[in-house]
């Protein structure tokens, strides 16, 4: 009964020639609009700064991927081979330009888009951007970055502290610390590597706040890349992956209980699981193991110029550098969709679209072990696929 109903209300027409609009031109959008490309649809990135890559062209200088060239490259353009193995932050710029230019994409910067909404006849989506432009496409790929907006924990007396404090978000090199008393607060990936590089850059003191110890594997082992066990693990059962890593990591790496890094207790795989990727070694184990790198306890606030530790410690670094991490910041954008789930992360990515929401799509809202840019690349085709197969009626085509 309901069906017969259904199918025989008309249908409201769609209205042909609407672009997919693709939000964000990072590694995630660029390669989500060359697959839609590779496959005869129009498709415009939106690109609130002035050029493509802003997320890479930010990054600390001594940053090179920790995933390797081959597995790292977006799809329909190799990495050139004198990028290395592990390719530089200005390299992986460089690409993302050239990758831009290469397949001709349609980029539009300097435009943000600040809430995506469905037409109000329910035939696309309609894109509130600067300057008060609306958009209107058959489809939406939401592409604006896991690491979209730097997040500082709310600690209790921060704008009391009279030393230096920033966000890993605004550190460029050890330079403005040589000499200098730094605490750097958070052991990912990021806050692991700004410690070695102040080391490295002469500052006088280095200490690392770590709240959970975390699992750290070696880049590559013997010519075999961290990465490429990664994504051989995605197919393992989680208990097996957690077992094997714990003896690897024992074989590989000293124990640093004594420094204030015992190995964590859950398994690698199952911390991957609730977010927490490993930490890549790329110095730190042999600077907490000399010493030059002293690891104390999770900051708990601030006060009277000091930093109070758990457990009770205090200390007066010259400077704080925060290596928290970010959040999504998606609320404004979707969240009125009821598309995110409780932590602010679309409730799916990729070819999926939520309930309710056909044409939307997400991309880059994963942290997945076995590499963001490997799952960009495969996502990318996944949507230009599930669009390509009507998912965005009345979707503009380009002419072949
Ligand atoms: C320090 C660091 C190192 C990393 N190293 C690796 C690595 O080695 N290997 C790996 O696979 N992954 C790595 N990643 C993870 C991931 O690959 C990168 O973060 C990658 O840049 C993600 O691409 P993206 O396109 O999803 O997001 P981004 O690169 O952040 O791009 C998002 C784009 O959207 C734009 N934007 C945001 N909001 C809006 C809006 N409302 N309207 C219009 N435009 C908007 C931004 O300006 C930006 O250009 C690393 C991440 C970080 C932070």
């Not at 069906?3 to 249908?11: H, I, K």
């Amino acid at each position: 009964m309901t069906d017969s109903t259904t199918s025989a209300r008309p249908t409201a027409p769609h209205p042909a020639d609407r672009p997919v609009y693709v939000v964000g031109g990072g590694p995630g959008g660029l390669s989500v609009a060359y697959a839609l490309r590779a496959r005869g649809i129009r498709a415009v990135v939106l690109e609130r700064s002035d050029r493509v890559g802003a997320s890479w062209r930010r990054h600390y200088d001594r940053l090179r991927l920790h995933t390797t060239r081959r597995l790292s490259a977006l799809p329909g353009l190799p990495m050139p081979r004198r990028f290395g193995r592990w390719v530089s932050r200005d390299d992986v710029v460089r690409y993302l330009e050239k990758y831009a230019e290469h397949h001709r994409l349609e980029i539009v910067t300097g435009v943000e888009v600040s809430r995506v909404e469905r037409t109000a006849d329910g035939t696309g989506w309609l894109l509130h951007a600067t300057g008060g432009r609306e958009l209107t496409g058959a489809a939406v790929v939401v592409a604006t970055g896991y690491n979209h907006t730097p997040r500082v924990p709310d600690w209790p007396g921060l704008d009391t502290y009279t030393g230096e404090f920033l966000h890993a978000c605004a550190y460029r090199n050890a330079r403005p610390f040589a000499g200098r008393d730094v605490l750097v607060v958070g052991v990912g990936n990021t806050g692991a590597e700004i410690a070695v590089d102040l080391v490295e850059g002469g500052a006088s003191r280095v200490r690392l706040a770590v709240r959970t110890p975390p699992h750290i594997v070696r880049r590559s082992t013997a010519g075999w890349p961290a990465q490429y066990s990664g994504v051989l693990m995605r197919r393992l059962p989680v208990g097996l992956v957690d077992r094997l890593s714990r003896v690897q990591a024992k074989v590989a790496l000293p124990d640093l209980s004594d420094r204030g890094l015992p190995r964590p207790g859950p398994g690698l795989y199952s911390r991957v699981l609730e977010g927490a990727i490993p930490v890549q070694d790329v110095g730190l184990v042999d600077a907490v193991r000399t010493g030059a790198v002293e690891v104390v306890g999770a900051v708990e606030r601030f006060e009277d110029g000091e930093v109070v530790l758990a457990g009770g410690d205090r200390i007066a670094p010259e400077a704080v550098v925060a290596a928290t991490g970010y959040v999504r910041a998606l609320e404004g954008l979707v969240g009125h969709l009821g598309v995110l789930d409780h932590r602010g992360r679309p409730v799916v990515h990729g070819a999926r679209t939520p309930d309710g929401a056909p044409g939307l799509h997400f991309t880059g809202f994963t942290n997945p072990i076995s590499g963001t840019l490997r799952e960009l690349a495969l996502d990318a085709r996944r949507i230009a696929g599930a669009v390509a197969r009507d998912g965005a009626p009345g979707v503009s085509r380009l002419p072949r």
